[in-house]
Every structure is written in C-alpha cells, then in structure tokens.
C-alpha cells in the first residue's frame, strides 16, 4: 500500500488508528527484539497522538500530508519527551522539552511517531557497529550476521523489514543515509545542504550535517521530504528558496542526462556491486537516457581525507559541551570541574567518539591548523567547483553507493581505523560539497541488495526523485 492510498483509509476510517498504531508498535517489538533497530519505542505517544487524530476523523478535520503515518527517528533528532540520546550514553535520560523543527511539522501533518532508532554514537561510523556503551548493535534485515550500514543503521532497517506503511527521518553528514539505505535494500534520500532545517539536531559537523529521509518507495520519501524541507528562522544555514513539490516529480518524464563516474567503478569495487551497477544504467540507457562516462579526479583523490578533517574538527568541538552536568549522564559529583568531567568523559564516550576527539582536536591545533583545517577547507570548495562543471553538461551523476554489499560483523572487526574510514569513498564528496543524493536497490533479486547512488546539483532533489521514479517502474 502506498502512502496516499494509506492516507485516504485512515481518513475514511477503514483503517481504525488507533487499532492499527497499536499493531505498528507491537510488530516493532517484535522486529526489535531480534534486530535492534529501536533505541526507544515510543508507545506511549505514539497512542496519544493516534488517539487525537482519532478525535478529529470524528469531526472531519483532517487535513495533513502525513496523516496517520507512522515515522521513526533517527536518534540524534530530538523529539519531546522521548529519551533522545544520539546512540551515546553521554546523553543516558536526555529528554528534550522541545520537538526539532522536522518534528513539529511531521507532526503538525499528522505523522505519529513510534521511536528512536540506532545509531552510530553521534553519527562515527559507516556500520553502526559504534553504537554507545550500553546499546544494541542493529542486525541487517537480509542477514543476521552482516551489518546495517551506518550511521543510520536503525532507519534502514526498520524501513525495510516493517512491512506496514513507515517511513523514516534519518542524517547523514558523510553518507550515514545512503550507506544503510544501499545494505539494507531500501531508498535513501539526502537532501541540499540547508533545505531541511537542522534545528534540534544534535551536531555531528555543523557544516555538513543534514536531515533526510527513507522509505521503500520513492513516493513515501518524496512525501515526507516535502512536509521537513523548507526555510527555518532558528538555523542560520537554512535555505530560503521556495520548496518545490517533490511527490509531482515521482512520475514526471523529461529527458535526464547522467554523468557515469569512471573512478567508482574502478579496482577495489565488489564485482558483483559494479555488475548491478552497470545493468541498471544498461537499461536506463536502453529507455533513452543519455549516459556518458565523466571523471571526478580530484573527489575520489581527496574527498575522504578531506572530509574527515572537516568533520573531525568541527565534531571534537561540539563534544565539548557534554560534561555531565547539563544533560545526560551523571556520576556522583566528586573532585574538581576538571577531573569531574575526564570522569564523565572515559567512561561514557566509546573508543570512536574518543578517537575523533584526539584526531580532530589535532587539526585543528594552533600550529597544525593552516595545514590541515584550513587546507581541507580549501580542497572542498575545489571539489564543489569540480562537480560544478559536470552539473554544466549533466542532470546526475551516477556511482554504486558503497564498494561493497553488506559485510559481516567479523570482517568489519578486522577493518583498521583508515580501512573503515575508506568505505566512504562515494559518499564523502556529495556530502562534503552539500549535494542532494539518493541511493536505491537495483538487484540482484537473489542475493544481498546492492545500491545505486544518483548526485544532483544543490537543490535539484526533484531530479533525484525523478530517476527514482523511472527506476522503479523499469523493474
Ligand atoms: N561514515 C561517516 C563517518 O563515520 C559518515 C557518518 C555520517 O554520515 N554520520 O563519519
């Protein structure tokens, strides 16, 4: 069932709300308690909203975009009254008294909201295997042996093994949507940096952070994209420009040109990853859209260096502020301000988030500063300009999401610090030079989902909604 057909039935009351939230969360009880994809269930206002909007189909008001649909949060998105803690146990019993932005209007349309879901601590990693002291590491939907992906890892897998109408609100600041979205066979949806308010957001890099969404349908994501996105006087980043009207692009033709990136598909790529790739963009080529191969030297060079000296830096900053004093955890308060809050930090900081600190802290030292920092800084708007010229000639640019399909729990305890930072070697430069981007399945039917990832220039979403559309109905 798709989400406009959903809509009309809770409206009409064929669907009871209440009745069916209660089914919702029970199967969500049920899915956790083998996967762990919620960090919190939230039952309890999940039913009270149920039970409002119960009231007003009564009264034959009900008017909302997302009325009745059931949303899961990303855990770094603050939700009011519900335990939102990023996935670290810094933040153990932190419960906003305040909705982030996209919750208000998720709500303001009606959307319920059944939880929180898992996460690397403050967004650390590419598997969700981060997760904080304390918390459970998501399973992937397909295998209970391999990963999620990360750091969304909770979004996408509740996404794909709910099989009630859910979509989710997930982030990424470099490639926490789209990587679970492609291990987890479900569409992923990034959107320009700045069209989606990130107020109530807790930061991982402030200049790269950006909220999105996940669905198993393109409609769904372009739904909700549609009701978060738009300008917000309390976050300064936030773009102005009018929001267009995504769900009229899911089946729009035009003529859509895309630039197939010649170094993602170069050694290192899982063959059977590059075989789907290229057997998708076969058969858009086979519907008359023009493909030509394009090269983006300079990103797939320097983009995940870059991107983690950027992130690192500005995330060891925002760190900062978790003292065990203002929110979180606690501990009995003993010793100076100084040994009080090392106390805090060693014991509920997780070895990733302990080791961004050092690392950012390091480049952004004085002395170290101009050659890492403000370098980087200065790589990144020379990778925005590489991608600019493209975006001259092309509507997307296409690339696998992640060079491999979804690996096992034992391999990634293998992977060294720099190996795992290296799996973000398609996503890094989208999300360093605040392009929209989607990732989607595209096969193989037998096996482990593969991802397909399409980049648009700065808020060309609709174009990614477009050829999300066309994909789907190739199949
Ligand atoms: N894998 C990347 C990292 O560890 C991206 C994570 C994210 O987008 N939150 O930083």
């Known amino acids: 069932m798709d989400i406009s057909e959903y809509i009309n039935k809770v409206k009409s009351n064929e669907i009871d709300i209440?009745?069916?939230?209660?089914?919702?969360?029970?199967?969500?009880?049920?899915?956790?308690?083998?996967?762990?994809?919620?960090?919190?269930?939230?039952?309890?206002?999940?039913?009270?909203?149920?039970?409002?909007?119960?009231?007003?189909?009564?009264?034959?008001?009900?008017?909302?975009?997302?009325?009745?649909?059931?949303?899961?949060?990303?855990?770094?998105?603050?939700?009011?009254?519900?335990?939102?803690?990023?996935?670290?146990?810094?933040?153990?019993?932190?419960?906003?008294?305040?909705?982030?932005?996209?919750?208000?209007?998720?709500?303001?349309?009606?959307?319920?909201?059944?939880?929180?879901?898992?996460?690397?601590?403050?967004?650390?990693?590419?598997?969700?295997?981060?997760?904080?002291?304390?918390?459970?590491?998501?399973?992937?939907?397909?295998?209970?042996?391999?990963?999620?992906?990360?750091?969304?890892?909770?979004?996408?897998?509740?996404?794909?093994?709910?099989?009630?109408?859910h979509i989710a609100i997930s982030e990424s600041t470099g490639g926490?949507?789209?990587?679970?979205?492609?291990?987890?066979?479900?569409?992923?949806?990034?959107?320009?940096?700045?069209?989606?308010?990130?107020?109530?957001?807790?930061?991982?890099?402030?200049?790269?952070?950006?909220?999105?969404?996940?669905?198993?349908?393109?409609?769904?994501?372009?739904?909700?994209?549609?009701?978060?996105?738009?300008h917000d006087n309390k976050d300064s980043t936030s773009l102005e420009e009018p929001v267009e009207n995504y769900p009229e692009f899911v089946n729009k033709k035009s003529r859509l040109k895309i630039g197939i990136i010649k170094e993602s598909l170069a050694k290192g790529i899982d063959p059977e990853v590059k075989d789907s790739v290229l057997n998708t963009i076969k058969k858009l080529h086979d519907n008359g859209i023009k493909t030509q191969e394009v090269s983006l030297p300079l990103v797939f060079k320097y983009g995940v260096q870059t991107y983690y000296l950027i992130s690192l830096t500005e995330t060891s900053t925002n760190l900062a502020k978790f003292c065990g004093m203002r929110y979180g955890y606690e501990e009995k308060l003993e010793g100076n301000f100084n040994e009080y809050f090392s106390k805090i930090?060693?014991?509920?900081?997780?070895?990733?988030?302990?080791?961004?600190?050092?690392?950012?802290?390091?480049?952004?030292?004085?002395?170290?500063?101009?050659?890492?920092?403000?370098k980087a800084m200065k790589v990144r708007t020379l990778m925005i300009q590489e991608y600019k010229k493209l975006f001259k000639k092309f509507d997307l640019l296409v690339c696998p999401t992640m060079p491999n399909v979804a690996p096992k729990f034992y391999e990634i305890d293998k992977l060294t610090p720099m190996q795992n930072f290296m799996m973000d070697i398609m996503t890094a430069g989208p999300n360093l030079a605040g392009f929209p981007h989607l990732s989607m399945p595209c096969g193989p039917e037998d096996n482990l989902p593969v991802g397909i990832m399409f980049t648009a220039d700065h808020l060309e979403e609709k174009k990614l909604i477009q050829i999300a559309g066309i994909i789907e109905k190739l199949k």
């Open 18 to 165: 209440i009745e069916h939230t209660k089914k919702v969360i029970q199967e969500c009880r049920k899915i956790n308690k083998e996967y762990n994809y919620f960090n919190v269930i939230s039952e309890e206002l999940a039913l009270e909203q149920a039970k409002e909007l119960k009231k007003r189909i009564k009264k034959k008001d009900t008017k909302g975009n997302l009325f009745g649909v059931h949303v899961s949060v990303k855990d770094c998105v603050c939700v009011k009254d519900v335990e939102s803690r990023a996935g670290s146990k810094i933040l153990f019993g932190y419960r906003p008294v305040f909705d982030a932005t996209v919750i208000q209007k998720a709500k303001e349309q009606g959307a319920i909201i059944i939880g929180k879901t898992s996460q690397d601590a403050f967004g650390y990693g590419s598997f969700n295997v981060n997760v904080g002291l304390d918390f459970k590491i998501p399973k992937n939907p397909f295998d209970k042996e391999r990963a999620t992906g990360g750091s969304s890892g909770g979004a996408a897998g509740i996404t794909q093994k709910l099989d009630l109408p």
């Open 176 to 230: 926490s949507i789209a990587a679970p979205a492609s291990y987890c066979g479900v569409i992923g949806l990034c959107p320009t940096y700045g069209r989606v308010s990130r107020y109530g957001l807790m930061d991982y890099a402030n200049s790269l952070d950006k909220i999105g969404v996940m669905s198993k349908n393109i409609e769904d994501c372009a739904v909700l994209l549609h009701v978060i996105a738009g």
């Open 345 to 374: 930090r060693s014991n509920a900081f997780n070895r990733e988030a302990k080791r961004r600190i050092i690392l950012g802290t390091f480049a952004r030292m004085a002395g170290f500063r101009d050659a890492y920092y403000s």
